[in-house]
């Protein structure tokens, strides 16, 4: 503000000492003051020994018709700028503190404003507009370690009495307070609160050791709000950061991936467990309506065999003795006359006989089968050669 | 009429130049002394409109308002010796004016380099009883607050200067003790990352063995119920066949035998070797089926 003297003319031993070089632009009176002593002293050498001015001022009748034109031309001319000076006005955006000789004596809104010259003086203040003050640097958190922090404030004036007479420059004075409290916060709290959730918090407890450092300094001036801007670890050490960061990515993947295991493996389990319950559900109910269609059947069979059991039970063994011979190879030994040694070989006749009994093998049953009925006929054939042969020579023998 | 008035105009003049320079104002933001041959006569002036003989009395007037003050950066060691660069600032204010004027002839320059030099010194011994993390951390308050009470303690008397606020704005580290914890901090992240990995890991085997744990329980249990049911099924069923073949154990041993029979000599690979002289073969021989 216009206020900042420039301490450069304090050493100055002029006899007015400070008086003399401070007030600079928008104080008008000394300055106006001076000019009106010139004008004066001036309009005097211009009058000199001319004329006369009663005490009724302009009303003293002018007999010198230029001296008296030029003394009114002059009192119009001072007239007309005490006038302009006694007008001034104040912007939307402004407030007016007034000091009346050199007192406090109000603050003025908005709009065109009177003021008695020399004796009003007359500082504007724009106290609508929101100004900022950034702070940033390396600083040390509680913990030792050290943190760079971007940090901008919002402030606008709220007292504009205040602001311009209490402290010479509020908005100096502020940024000092700000980097004085910024650090003080960030050497409260940890690293990792001032990099991660801290931060918000850390801009609440700034504004509020700010706010009271102005309150204290009757700056009048009102925090509007504290950024903080980024909080980041010292550039030397960010790698390492970085890789805490991949680390936790790290050991959230490895935990997703075992949970996708787990939802896979348990779920597939409880099915299995599923199949096996119904598989067992399947074989209850298998062997107990199988057991029951056996007995029927059974007993069905019982009931007939009781009326002719003879005949019943002689047709039932025929019958399975039929099956059971019509579906396998047979070999007839007559064991009388066979004597005491046979020879049978059975190695030659279950070769390519052994046919697998699962009964589920499909192609090449067929084939198998045909070749093992060729083999087996062929077999037989022999047996039965041999057979004959051996009745013919016992035959002959007996005979 | 002409030099009267000449004469008229020029006292007039005078006397207003004499009024003017007879008064003086002092603003709201400062205040006055007033001096005499250059003797102290009047002090404190306070703001508003004053008067004073012209040409023998000098008024000289000082800010009293808040001013701020920035310390340039000094080294100062803390008690474990430490070496820290500690930039700071001051605000004061002239408390007493005519004090102030004796004190530094209302130079506020040299009343600055006085504060300075005693901040300066207090800030030093301050530092000098604290570990660093005491400044950095904890203390902050405490040690402005001491400092300041401290300087005000001679400033107010010597100088006519309060302080109301010194303050720390930051603390650096020199370059080498700044690489030590460049280097502490990225070993302790090293920490945490490896802590990270390895908790994942344990995490997620906890995890699989949970679930294998729970596959193997799940099987188990639906092994125990599937054979409890297999038993059930088993028990009915035997105790259905029992009451039906227990009503004739005779003819169901045959009736099941010819069913054996019929199943087990089922395929072309069986071979029987029949003696021709069994029952069934008594008609092949002989018609009468006579043995």
């Given at each position: 503000?216009?206020?900042?003297?420039?301490?450069?003319?304090?050493?100055?031993?002029?006899?007015?000492?400070?008086?003399?070089?401070?007030?600079?632009?928008?104080?008008?009176?000394?300055?106006?003051?001076?000019?009106?002593?010139?004008?004066?002293?001036k309009l005097n050498k211009m009058l000199g020994g001319k004329g006369s001015r009663g005490d009724g001022g302009g009303s003293g009748s002018s007999s010198s018709g230029g001296f008296g034109a030029v003394l009114a031309l002059g009192l119009l001319l001072v007239l007309g700028y005490v006038i302009y000076q006694s007008f001034y006005t104040v912007d939307e955006q402004e407030r007016a503190?007034?000091?009346?000789?050199?007192?406090?004596?109000?603050?003025?809104?908005p709009g065109l404003r009177f003021k008695v010259p020399l004796i009003d003086d007359v500082t504007k203040v724009r106290v609508t507009n929101v100004r900022t003050a950034e702070s940033s640097g390396q600083m040390l958190t509680q913990d030792e370690n050290l943190v760079t922090v971007d940090l901008q404030v919002q402030y606008r004036v709220e007292d504009a009495q205040a602001y311009v007479l209490n402290v010479r420059d509020s908005n100096q004075a502020l940024a000092f307070a700000t980097d004085s409290a910024l650090r003080h916060e960030?050497?409260?709290?940890?690293?990792?609160?001032?990099?991660?959730?801290?931060?918000?918090?850390?801009?609440?407890?700034?504004?509020?050791?700010?706010?009271?450092?102005?309150?204290?300094?009757?700056?009048?001036?009102?925090?509007?709000?504290?950024?903080?801007?980024?909080?980041?670890?010292?550039?030397?050490?960010?790698?390492?950061?970085?890789?805490?960061?991949?680390?936790?990515?790290?050991?959230?993947?490895?935990?997703?991936?075992?949970?996708?295991?787990?939802?896979?493996?348990?779920?597939?389990?409880?099915?299995?467990?599923?199949?096996?319950?119904?598989?067992?559900?399947?074989?209850k109910q298998e062997?107990?309506?199988?057991?029951?269609?056996?007995?029927?059947?059974?007993?069905?069979?019982?009931?007939?065999?009781?009326?002719?059991p003879e005949v019943t039970r002689e047709r039932m063994y025929l019958q399975a003795l039929e099956t059971v011979l019509s579906n396998t190879s047979k070999i007839f030994v007559d064991t009388e006359s066979s004597g005491n040694m046979m020879y049978l070989p059975l190695d030659r006749l279950t070769q390519g006989a052994t046919l697998p009994r699962g009964s589920l093998s499909g192609?090449?049953?067929?084939?198998?089968?045909?070749?093992?009925?060729?083999?087996?006929?062929?077999?037989?054939?022999?047996?039965?050669?041999?057979?004959?042969?051996?009745?013919?020579?016992?035959?002959r023998r007996s005979r | 009429m002409g030099p009267k008035g000449v004469l008229?105009?020029?006292?007039?003049?005078?006397?207003?130049?004499?009024?003017?320079?007879?008064?003086?104002?002092?603003?709201?933001?400062?205040?006055?002394?007033?001096?005499?041959?250059?003797?102290?006569?009047?002090t404190d002036i306070p703001a508003g409109l004053h008067f004073k003989v012209p040409v023998i009395d000098q008024v000289r007037e000082f800010d009293i308002r808040v001013l701020t003050m920035d310390l340039p950066s000094r080294q100062y060691l803390t008690t474990e010796k430490k070496p820290l660069d500690v930039d700071s600032y001051i605000a004061w204010k002239i408390r007493d004016v005519d004090q102030f004027y004796r004190a530094t002839g209302g130079d506020e320059f040299r009343a600055q380099s006085l504060l300075l030099s005693r901040v300066d010194n207090g800030l030093r011994d301050e530092f000098g009883i604290r570990t660093m993390h005491e400044v950095v951390s904890g203390q902050r308050d405490e040690l402005m607050h001491t400092l300041r009470d401290r300087v005000n303690e001679t400033s107010v008397d010597e100088f006519g200067i309060e302080v109301l606020d010194v303050r720390v704005k930051a603390i650096e580290l020199p370059g080498q003790v700044s690489e030590n914890v460049y280097r502490r901090m990225?070993?302790?992240?090293?920490?945490?990352?490896?802590?990270?990995?390895?908790?994942?890991?344990?995490?997620?085997?906890?995890?699989?063995?949970?679930?294998d744990r729970q596959r193997t329980v799940i099987l188990a249990e639906a092994f125990a119920e599937s054979e409890e049911t297999r038993g059930e099924g088993d028990r009915e069923a035997a105790s259905?066949?029992?009451?039906?073949?227990?009503?004739?154990?005779?003819?169901?041993?045959?009736?099941?035998?010819?069913?054996?029979?019929?199943?087990?000599?089922?395929?072309?690979?069986?071979?029987?070797?029949?003696?021709?002289?069994?029952?069934?073969?008594?008609?092949l021989k002989d018609p009468m089926g006579a043995k």
């Open positions: 503000m216009a206020w900042n003297e420039p301490g450069g003319n304090r050493n100055d031993n002029d006899p007015w000492g400070t008086g003399g070089g401070r007030r600079g632009d928008d104080q008008g009176p000394p300055d106006l003051d001076e000019a009106l002593k010139k004008g004066i002293e503190v007034v000091l009346r000789f050199g007192e406090f004596n109000r603050t003025e809104s960030v050497g409260s709290s940890s690293l990792d609160d001032v990099l991660t959730e801290g931060r918000a918090e850390l801009a609440v407890r700034v504004e509020q050791r700010l706010q009271r450092f102005l309150q204290e300094y009757g700056t009048g001036l009102q925090i509007v709000r504290v950024n903080v801007e980024s909080t980041q670890p010292p550039p030397a050490v960010q790698d390492a950061f970085r890789e805490v960061q991949r680390a936790r990515e790290d050991e959230q993947r490895v935990k997703e991936e075992a949970e996708t295991y787990r939802n896979k493996v348990v779920p597939e389990a409880r099915g299995q467990a599923q199949r096996m319950i119904e598989e067992a559900n399947a074989y062997v107990i309506e199988r057991s029951r269609g056996e007995s029927s059947r059974f007993l069905e069979l019982l009931n007939v065999y009781e009326r002719a192609g090449n049953q067929s084939s198998n089968d045909r070749n093992a009925e060729v083999d087996i006929q062929e077999l037989t054939e022999q047996v039965i050669r041999e057979l004959r042969s051996r009745q013919e020579n016992n035959g | 008229g105009l020029a006292g007039t003049l005078i006397v207003v130049l004499l009024v003017l320079s007879s008064v003086y104002i002092i603003p709201e933001t400062h205040r006055g002394v007033l001096l005499r041959f250059g003797e102290l006569v009047e990225a070993t302790e992240r090293e920490k945490l990352a490896q802590e990270f990995r390895s908790r994942g890991r344990e995490l997620a085997e906890g995890i699989r063995a949970d679930a259905i066949y029992a009451d039906a073949y227990g009503s004739n154990r005779e003819f169901y041993s045959f009736y099941r035998s010819l069913q054996a029979y019929q199943n087990t000599f089922s395929g072309k690979g069986d071979i029987m070797v029949i003696d021709s002289d069994s029952d069934f073969m008594k008609f």
